[in-house]
């Protein structure tokens, strides 16, 4: 069975510094995709990223970058110069390929202070 | 274009009463599912639809539970004889096909008292 391990509960930043969610996963499947939502205060989940097990490249997207590491299951999420509406709860997710649904960590809550 | 809409955005039902959530999920897409998230349990998986496949209903955590998909589009999750441990918000999700990224609309929040 699958497993996603979100360890930090809560993270308060002030603005600007960087700031990194770990997120740890288990799997059997040697294939399986990783993603990474953001619930603002609004309630709605928001799609980040999607990234299958075979592409271990480090993303970036302006801000946003994760780094995956198939060797220590990680899949890691940070954002560079944070800004107050990056105040959030971000879940990291699993699916197994060929059966899509989403196994969840519980969640990080960010907050940003000005 | 348009996004996973849900209906209602709240419900607030006696127990013992049955209740029907609605799910508009982005044209074109293939996939369909519900999830809830609760305090106490994150975010749940309960159910899938995938295409004129039969649904995996796995997630279901009791017979209470059920949920349909008319014409490959909308889907209403139906909660019989609800109980307080029902109080959570319903997601609806839907993707283009199976392993792609899930889009999620807004959620229902179900309380039931």
């Known amino acids: 069975a699958q497993k996603v391990t979100q360890a930090q509960t809560e993270i308060s930043v002030v603005e600007k510094e960087d700031v990194t969610l770990d997120c740890v996963y288990e799997?059997?499947?040697?294939?399986?995709?990783l993603f990474w939502y953001k619930q603002p205060p609004s309630g709605e989940l928001v799609f980040l990223i999607r990234?299958?097990?075979?592409?271990?490249q480090n993303e970036i997207s302006g801000r946003y970058s994760w780094n995956f590491q198939k060797s220590t299951s990680s899949f890691n999420f940070t954002i560079t110069a944070s800004q107050v509406v990056d105040s959030a709860v971000y879940f990291c997710a699993l699916s197994e390929a060929g059966y899509s649904t989403l196994t969840f960590g519980k969640g990080t809550m960010l907050l940003v202070s000005p | 274009g348009a996004g996973v809409s849900q209906s209602p955005s709240n419900k607030v039902t006696e127990k013992g009463k049955d209740v029907e959530l609605r799910c508009d999920p982005i044209?074109?897409?293939?996939?369909l599912y519900w999830y809830r998230q609760s305090l106490g349990q994150g975010l749940e998986f309960l159910i899938y639809?995938?295409?004129?496949?039969?649904?995996?209903k796995s997630g279901l955590p009791s017979d209470r539970f059920s949920a349909e998909r008319t014409g490959g589009s909308v889907s209403t999750l139906t909660i019989q004889r609800t109980q307080q441990e029902d109080s959570a918000v319903y997601l609806c999700?839907?993707?283009?096909?199976?392993?792609?990224?899930?889009?999620f609309g807004p959620g229902t929040r179900l309380t039931v008292t």
């Open positions: 999700a839907s993707s283009r096909d199976f392993d792609y990224e899930q889009y």
């Open positions: 990234r299958n097990s075979f592409d271990e």
């Open positions: 799997t059997r499947d040697t294939t399986y995709y």
């Open positions: 044209s074109g897409h293939t996939a």
């Open positions: 639809f995938q295409g004129n496949s039969a649904p995996d």
